[in-house]
């Protein structure tokens, strides 16, 4: 069974940096593209960024372009979230996400495993 744990949330200042990790267990990481997802109270999941299996191919959310910089290290299992000139509008609960098929990386529906969440608040 894969298991997705996210780390590295917390309360940043406007302006201010976070980076969010993604551990992955019980599969192989490398056959699984990865995405990044964000709720916030009262609204729907949205894509914020996903990355092919290799790392050679990235997608980002317009919100989120130039800010945020999505990675991955399959010798250690993890995906990360760097996350540069947070915005109050980033406040929401961050959630990693993995899966084996389709070619696209930021529809929901396609992605088999998530984590259970980080919460990020951006708040002075």
């Known amino acids: 069974q894969v298991q997705l744990v996210e780390s590295g949330g917390g309360l940043v200042q406007p302006g201010g940096s976070l980076r969010l990790s993604c551990a992955a267990s019980?599969?192989?990481?490398?056959?699984?593209?990865m995405g990044w997802f964000r709720q916030a109270p009262g609204k729907e999941r949205e894509f914020v960024a996903g990355?092919?299996?290799?790392?050679?191919?990235?997608d980002y959310a317009d919100s989120v372009k130039g800010r945020f910089t999505i990675s991955r290290d399959n010798a250690k299992n993890t995906v990360y979230l760097q996350m540069n000139s947070l915005k109050p509008e980033d406040t929401a609960v961050y959630y990693c996400?993995?899966?084996?098929?389709?070619?696209?990386?930021?529809?929901?529906?396609?992605?088999?495993?998530w984590g259970q969440g980080t919460q990020v608040t951006v708040s002075s």
């Open positions: 996400a993995g899966k084996t098929t389709g070619w696209g990386l930021s529809s929901a529906n396609e992605y088999n495993y």
């Open positions: 019980g599969g192989t990481f490398s056959r699984f593209a």
């Open positions: 990355i092919s299996s290799t790392g050679l191919t990235k």
